[in-house]
């Protein structure tokens, strides 16, 4: 019997656009999603958007719109990007949704009622940012640790929840169900929290200061706190209390989400169910932050990653492949351009793409594109491990993707489209296909290599599914809907004798990231032709950067990037710096030059060389042009 799965995402603020971060989460819970269809459970992905609260007000005001007007249009980029990134929610929920406003009433009032809502004045430090008060010892510095401001001291009379109350009892739950939040690490860092006693949570807004929320219903002149609200969109979007899909999925909830709101998910939530008498969910499934050049994603730093754009750049099934493969689920990444190409060229390119052309090409070369009969004559003797490596495969990935692992689950299934290459080698077809006395060989062999290639593309349906399907195609499985499914995957010789293969093709075409980049380069020299100049500063704004002479002291090549050259320089202090000017440099060339340094730019790792500063430099047609100096100067003397 089909067994229930529910799962769910964050449910975005709409005070910016979506980004590489909530991409991955979706995708994490699309890739979670589809790989129980693949066990043929019954399922339920769920997303959406959080759309109350100050910070939403103030976002609105600030492009002169009204609440409404501008959560619709924000919600609108979420719930159109998803479809683009082949995300497969089944239904997308809106804080603003009358029904959702509704069921944040009803158990209000039913906690109100049971006296785990009290009335209180409260004077306490709070942050706007955060839309929440601060203890001063969650404080870092005096400093909200999230907006790296003091918080103000603000006094009002407002509702508080007991959280108190429930300590014990959530302490005991974590304890009892060892995976109820997972990583591990995430639930030592809960359990750690709660080792302090749990201050109450104020629940409540007065209407003189925030009018946009759901009003309490025991109290008209308060709207709640935008966590009690947001939270409760998990039940509230499966038509809690009576729906249908409530008493299905309910009790198998599972939640997504990054480190940043552990907190609320793994005391606010669990506690709120408890009081209002609903069964807490099931697994809290935690993961770390996408950095991007080792540091947090941010307009300000203007390194945030759209992901749109990388689709169009790079594929989608290309994309999704690398945030799956490259993230330990748990722990923090770095995400880089050059990191993903790097992947795509390797794994998709050189592994698995090779393999299908290969193959396919051979299958017709030598079969006129049908899938031969494997002959039992020489089926064992021409196995070589294949299979069994085969169910190994798949008896990892089942084990890792079930535990969110998805890199695991991947690693697997790579290791092995490596052995299916090393069988090609080991059995060389093209031998085979020399000698009429091996033919029943060749038939064997390229039937084995089909057949490895058909589980292969149900293994990766759940991250990459256009894939999936394209290949399915060629393999002749055009229209069987179930061909994803574990079941299938775990019988060899599934695949047909006689059935007509398509053509063979490129998968992932190999990515030239030096022609990318000469591209874009050549595209930004040409802009700087006609660039006007930037906007007027301050000379305070300009002595906030440290330009300071450097003597070159040596200079290499960084490994698997042609572009960049790695420098040690002097300028007072020793430095590495990384450069994009192997273009228009030799390492020799530079050595001895004396050049311009960004000295005080945040450090950023660049294929995996940390870099302390920006050497200054013109790009125009011709090249890099490395900015020095008329006369030679003491290193370290700044430029003003
Ligand atoms: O917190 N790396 O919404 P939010 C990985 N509305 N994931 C990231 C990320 C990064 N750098 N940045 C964001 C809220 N995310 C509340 C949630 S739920 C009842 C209410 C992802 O728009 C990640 O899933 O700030 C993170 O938890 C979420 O976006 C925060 O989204």
Redesign the pocket.
């Known amino acids: 019997m089909a067994s229930p799965f529910y799962i769910t ?5 709409v005070n ?1 656009r979506p ?4 991409a ?2 979706t995708i994490a819970a699309d890739v979670i999603r589809r790989f129980h269809t693949m066990s043929s459970d019954q399922t339920y992905f769920l997303t959406g958007t ?1 759309e109350h609260g100050d910070k939403i007000v103030r976002a609105a005001k600030k492009e002169n719109r009204t609440p409404r007007e501008y959560v619709d249009q924000v919600s609108g980029l979420f719930r159109k990007l998803w479809p683009e990134l082949n995300i497969s929610n089944d239904y997308f929920i809106r804080t603003t949704d009358p029904a959702h406003m509704a069921v944040v009433e009803t158990i209000l009032q039913r906690i109100y009622d049971a006296g785990d809502i009290y009335f209180s004045e409260y004077e306490g430090l709070y942050c706007f940012g955060c839309e929440r008060f601060y203890t001063e010892r969650e404080l870092v510095d005096g400093c909200c640790p999230d907006h790296q401001s003091p918080p103000e001291t603000i006094k009002e009379s407002n509702y508080f929840f007991k959280m108190s109350r429930y300590q014990q009892w959530l302490i005991d739950h974590i304890k009892q169900h060892p995976d109820f939040i997972r990583p591990k690490r995430y639930r030592n860092e809960v359990l750690a929290f709660l080792r302090e006693p749990l201050d109450d949570l104020c629940i409540s807004r007065p209407k003189s200061r925030i009018k946009w929320g759901i009003t309490l219903p025991f109290a008209p002149e308060y709207v709640t706190y ?2 009690f609200d ?2 409760l ?2 039940v509230s979007a499966l038509g809690y209390p009576d729906g249908e899909l409530y008493k299905t999925y309910w009790p198998v909830a599972q939640h ?6 552990l907190k ?2 793994g005391i606010y939530w669990p506690i709120m169910l408890k009081a209002a008498g609903i069964p807490v969910y099931q697994h809290l499934n935690v ?5 991007v050049d080792q540091s ?2 941010s307009k300000s730093i203007g390194n945030v990653v759209e992901p749109l754009e990388m689709k169009n750049v790079y594929g989608l099934d290309a994309f999704r492949f690398f945030l799956m493969r490259d993230m330990v689920f748990g722990l923090d990444s770095n995400f880089s351009e050059e990191a993903l190409v790097q992947r795509i060229n390797a794994d998709l390119a050189n592994d698995l793409g090779n393999l299908f052309s290969r193959v396919l090409t051979m299958a017709h070369k030598y079969f006129d594109g049908v899938v031969p009969e494997p002959n039992p004559d020489v089926e064992k003797e021409m196995d070589l491990g294949l299979e069994s490596n085969a169910r190994a495969a798949i008896d990892t990935y089942t084990a890792s993707m079930g535990e969110f692992a998805f890199h695991k689950g991947l690693a697997a299934v790579w290791e092995f489209i490596t052995h299916m290459n090393k069988y090609v080698d080991v059995t060389a077809p093209w031998v085979l296909a020399k000698n009429k006395a091996t033919r029943k060989q060749l038939e064997t062999v390229i039937y084995n290599l089909l057949e490895g290639l058909r589980i292969i593309s149900g293994l990766i349906y759940p991250v990459m599914p256009d894939t999936a399907a394209n290949m399915q195609k060629h393999l002749g499985l055009a229209g069987d809907d179930d061909f994803y499914k574990l079941a299938r995957l775990t019988s060899w010789r599934g695949l047909k004798p006689g059935v007509k293969l398509r053509k063979s093709i490129s998968l992932f075409p190999r990515i030239d990231l030096d022609k990318k980049q000469r591209q874009s380069m050549e595209k930004a020299g040409s802009q700087k032709m006609d660039k006007p100049i930037k906007s007027e500063i301050t000379i305070d704004d300009f002595s906030k950067i440290d330009l300071r002479v450097a003597t070159v002291v040596s200079a290499q090549a960084v490994p698997r990037a042609k572009k960049l050259l790695q420098l040690e320089v002097d300028l007072g202090e020793k430095r590495t710096i990384v450069s994009g000017i192997a273009g228009s440099y030799t390492p020799e060339e530079l050595v001895g030059k004396q050049v311009i340094v960004v000295a005080n730019l945040k450090p950023a790792k660049l294929m995996g060389v940390l870099s302390k500063g920006m050497l200054i430099a013109a790009t125009d047609d011709a090249g890099v042009t490395v900015a020095t100096l008329d006369k030679s100067v003491t290193p370290g003397t700044p430029l003003s």
């Not at 980004?19 to 909530?22: D, S």
């Not at 997504?256 to 709101?261: F, G, L, N, R, S």
């Open positions: 995402t964050p449910i975005y603020y910016a980004h590489l971060g909530h991955y989460t959080d935008v966590w947001a939270l969109n998990y997504i989400v990054a480190k940043d709101i609320p998910h993961h770390g932050y996408w950095n947090k994603m």
